[in-house]
């Protein structure tokens, strides 16, 4: 929801940095992949009972995935490139409320039911996607991307608010897991819905 407003206030400065790093030989997948080992590091504090530690890789991990689009942008967009980029957010996705799991067991249950909506989720954005692609559709309101970005009620900006929300209040996690998760099912829902316009039979 927020995404399209966010870019547009975001991507000047990344922009130019990206221009920067790219004149230094900095490479796109480069930063795709010092994004992952952040987010991934910032899991790993979680499940270690340090998640207030864990913002700082997360952050950096984000402001990563950002900065490999616009070093792509100065340099050669490739579809490897965007296929590394959405491969490395899901797992980054996917880890951090795997390790707020192992931190406490207590969070299991709304855990996998978090789980659960990311997968339905990203399953609806990622067939869209797909779909829109066969079809020749394009869209800029998320930025120069390599995929077809469908619009939705929670989309990154949204998931990161939520991830920095957990480290600060974790003993919330459960309720926050459950009302998060049930948000994610209804932008499923609502993408499917759409959906049927968009791809009529």
């Known amino acids: 929801m927020l995404d399209a407003h966010v870019r547009r206030l975001i991507d000047p400065p990344l922009n130019r940095l990206g221009r920067g790093l790219a004149d230094r030989g900095v490479t796109a997948n480069g930063v795709t992949l010092t994004g992952l080992a952040l987010g991934l590091a910032a899991a790993v504090l979680i499940a270690l009972g340090a998640p207030g530690w864990a913002l700082l890789p997360l952050l950096a991990s984000r402001l ?18 965007g ?25 299991a249950l709304p855990a996998a039911f978090l789980l659960l909506s990311f997968y ?59 009302a998060f998760g049930i948000l994610c099912f209804y932008t499923a829902t609502a993408r499917v819905l759409a959906a049927r316009t968009v791809f009529p039979d």
Do not use: H
Request: charged share 15%.
């Open 83 to 107: 296929y590394l980029d959405i491969w490395s957010d899901f797992l980054f996705y996917g880890a951090i409320p795997f390790a707020f799991a192992v931190m406490a067991p207590e969070n």
């Open 120 to 178: 339905v989720n990203g399953t609806s954005f990622l067939g869209f996607a797909t779909m829109a692609e066969k079809r020749g559709l394009e869209t800029s309101a998320q930025g120069a991307k390599s995929l077809y970005y469908s619009a939705g009620l929670l989309e990154g900006t949204e998931t990161i608010a939520f991830f920095v929300l957990l480290c600060l209040l974790p003993g919330w996690f459960a309720p926050l897991a459950w």
């Open 64 to 81: 990563a995935d950002g900065l490999d689009g616009a070093v792509a942008r100065a340099t050669r967009r490739t579809d490897y490139g």
